[in-house]
């Protein structure tokens, strides 16, 4: 059978503003002026989270102490994306990643930048480099790059 | 109330990259046909209907009703569940809640997909948060490559262990005349020689390190319905009706980041709680046949690592001694599993289906050659959060 019609063709390109809320910007702030990096501290479940987070998901109980982390930390685990994607707006391979910082409990998901792709490595130490114009989103960390000894 | 429930039916389309012939609705009515046919009833015995997919693969938010010429709910109670991955995992629990609570006595399950009706990979960035880790990370190969890489750096698995679990899956497939992915050019080749094929082959490139294109699951166009019905008819509708024993769900925390990568840990909770529902202690001794969801190759070594079958890092020795195998002691997939066809709302209700099939005696090329009296089903969705389902031949207490 011969159609005359076989698909019809849509694209929904739907505006979203995301709030942040006050926790969140207040890491962002920290970012952006300062190039600093902070957390939320839970000192019942003794964690740390980067991102910070308003509330403790172990113990469910507001959290208000900020600490410092440090810009540096470990790759815990990483991909190479060797397909373009219009998400990433950066040319293949892509190199990212969970990267642990300081005393943080968890990782946060970022780009590994000034590396090869068969260089990156579990376990490789990392630094933060900060973007030059920074605007005040997760993207003013612009990658983290290896620390060479 | 309160009512022991099991599986009376169950239908599904053949799995495709592309249904042209169909729109959703009507390949949804052809689900739902084979699956009344199946269990020799009429849309006039379903008391109610649970149906799922996620919206943003077809872009449309109000499927329960959109669908009433393919579900033929007209005038009945409708619930959509959309849970990502798990969503038809998730839709089987709820038409299971719907019969195990007294309410209903014959309920449908319905789950769906066509994914080449959109961009799999722009849809699925929807499932991150979008103010953390959505500007520095896409689709679903990237967080299953991140997993992947963690384990393979851990216990020292090569991509050849990879490799074996996709043999296993795309084999079996050969013997699911539902199968998206039926790659004939495997058939009557040694394992050894296709995952030397694999591994070597040029042409299977690397997606997102250390995935290649044969580690990963294909986009699938298909839909599948189950039956579920009480105690008080379940007998007179199927001769050998498929019981539910346990259902299971966790989930965890959503940042990638603040995951504990050394195992999935949802899976291990949710199976370890259905697992203690119906008294296992020793799931490999205990499960004679599993239908899981690993969409990606080193799921089937990492995962059911998780889910206890063996120790951490022993998932390997499992596969590559044949224990997952059709003829092994705990059979994995028979279907060809979602390495060989996955509708994303569909693929769930298909894992849980295909092992009610196993104990239902129905499972035609793919049925196993003993008595499949205890099966597991599972789902996984996006960031890692599971659900859990067994079956069994017998009736529970
Ligand atoms: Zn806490």
Same mark, same amino acid.
């Given at each position: ?149 | ?51 799922? *997919? &996620?919206?943003?693969?077809? +872009?449309?938010?109000? $499927? =329960? ?7 033929? @709910? #007209? ?60 500007? *520095? &990370?896409?689709?679903?190969? +990237?967080?299953?490559? $991140? =997993? ?7 216990? @020292? #698995? ?81 001769? #050998? ?81 044949? #224990? ?74």
């Amino acid at each position: 059978m011969k159609d005359a019609k076989p698909t019809c063709e849509g694209r929904i390109k739907v505006p979203y503003k995301w709030f942040v809320g006050e926790t969140g910007s207040r890491f962002f702030a920290a970012l952006r002026d300062r190039c600093e990096i902070w957390g939320t501290r839970c000192s019942r479940c003794n964690k740390v989270y980067v991102p910070p987070v308003k509330n403790c998901w172990g113990c469910f109980q507001p959290l208000d102490e900020w600490v410092p982390v440090s810009d540096s930390g470990v790759v815990e685990s990483f991909t190479v994306a060797r397909c373009p994607d219009a998400m990433f707006g950066l040319d293949p391979p892509v190199v990212y990643g969970l990267i642990r910082l300081g005393k943080a409990s968890g990782s946060l998901l970022h780009y590994i930048g000034e590396a090869r792709p068969e260089e990156v490595k579990v376990g490789m130490r990392v630094k933060a480099v900060f973007a030059d114009r920074r605007s005040g989103n997760i993207l003013d960390i612009k990658y983290f790059a290896p620390v060479r000894e | 109330m309160g009512k022991r429930a099991a599986i009376v039916g169950f239908g599904q389309t053949k799995g495709s990259s592309s249904r042209k012939d169909v729109n959703g609705i009507e390949m949804i009515h052809e689900a739902v046909s084979a699956a009344l046919a199946d269990a020799e009833l009429g849309i006039e015995d379903i008391d109610a209907v649970v149906i799922g *997919n &996620m919206d943003h693969f077809e +872009g449309i938010n109000y $499927v =329960d009703m959109w669908s009433v010429e393919g579900s033929g @709910g #007209v005038m009945k109670p409708i619930i959509k569940v959309t849970t990502g991955g798990t969503t038809g995992t998730t839709v089987a629990m709820c038409a299971y809640y719907h019969v195990a609570s007294g309410l209903f006595d014959r309920v449908l399950a319905i789950g769906w997909e066509k994914n080449s009706e959109s961009d799999t990979t722009g849809a699925i960035i929807t499932a991150y948060d979008p103010i953390w880790e959505r500007p *520095n &990370m896409a689709g679903a190969i +990237g967080g299953l490559a $991140v =997993d992947a890489s963690r384990y393979m750096h851990d216990h @020292g #698995v090569t991509e050849r262990d990879g490799a074996r679990v996709t043999v296993r899956d795309r084999l079996n497939a050969l013997n699911n005349p539902y199968a998206h992915l039926r790659q004939e050019w495997m058939r009557g080749k040694d394992v050894a020689t296709l995952v030397d094929l694999l591994v070597s082959s040029e042409e299977n490139q690397v997606l997102a390190y250390p995935l290649r294109m044969s580690d990963l699951c294909p986009r699938t166009d298909a839909a599948a319905a189950l039956i579920f019905a009480s105690e008080d008819v379940a007998e007179t509708i199927a001769p #050998v009706p498929a019981w539910v024993l346990a259902v299971a769900n966790r989930h965890n925390t959503v940042y990638y980041g603040d995951l504990d990568w050394s195992l999935n840990e949802t899976l291990e909770a949710a199976s370890r709680q259905a697992f203690a529902k119906v008294g296992i202690r020793e799931p490999l001794k205990e499960i004679d046949v599993c239908e899981l969801y690993l969409p990606y190759s080193y799921a089937g070594l990492a995962w059911i690592e998780s889910i206890g079958f063996c120790g951490p890092g022993e998932g390997r020795r499992l596969l590559w001694d044949g #224990v997952t195998d059709m003829d092994g002691e705990i059979p994995m997939n028979p279907s060809g599993g979602v390495m060989s066809s996955n509708p994303i709302g569909a693929t769930g209700v298909i894992r849980v289906g295909e092992a009610a099939i196993q104990i239902m005696g129905k499972a035609g090329l793919r049925q196993l050659n003993r008595d499949v009296k205890i099966a597991m089903a599972t789902g996984f969705g996006g960031c890692y959060w599971a659900d859990v389902l067994l079956l069994g031949k017998n009736k529970p207490l």
